[in-house]
């Protein structure tokens, strides 16, 4: 059973950055797939970014350019660095391994 939990959401102000951690509890990230998601109130769950366990990398087009998915294996963490962010960036992000386990969720919150 893979447990992942995230860290690093919290309150930032427009144009402002975050990053977020996903640990996983096992050493995954060169076997699985990774992803962050969100969901905002009242909407679904949508696919924010992904890599693959050869490291490919796949964006949302509403983040490119602003958020970046990366990997420390030795530490079996995924991270989101999010930049130039936006009020429509508020929402709660998950972690997501191989399509299949899901972390808690750690809130973003972008305003002024």
């Known amino acids: 059973q893979v447990q992942l939990v995230e860290s690093g959401g919290g309150l930032v102000q427009p144009g402002g950055s975050l990053r977020l951690s996903c640990a996983a509890s096992?050493?995954?990230?060169?076997?699985?797939?990774m992803g962050w998601f969100r969901q905002a109130p009242g909407k679904q769950r949508e696919l924010v970014a992904t890599?693959?366990?050869?490291?490919?990398?796949n964006y949302a087009d509403s983040v490119k350019g602003r958020f970046t998915i990366s990997r420390d294996n030795a530490k079996n963490t995924v991270y989101l660095q999010m930049t130039s962010l936006e009020p429509e960036d508020t929402a709660v992000y998950y972690c997501?391994?191989?399509?299949?386990?899901w972390g808690q969720g750690t809130q973003v919150t972008v305003s002024s």
């Open positions: 997501n391994s191989n399509g299949e386990y």
């Open positions: 096992l050493n995954i990230l060169r076997l699985f797939s």
């Open positions: 890599m693959s366990s050869g490291g490919s990398t």
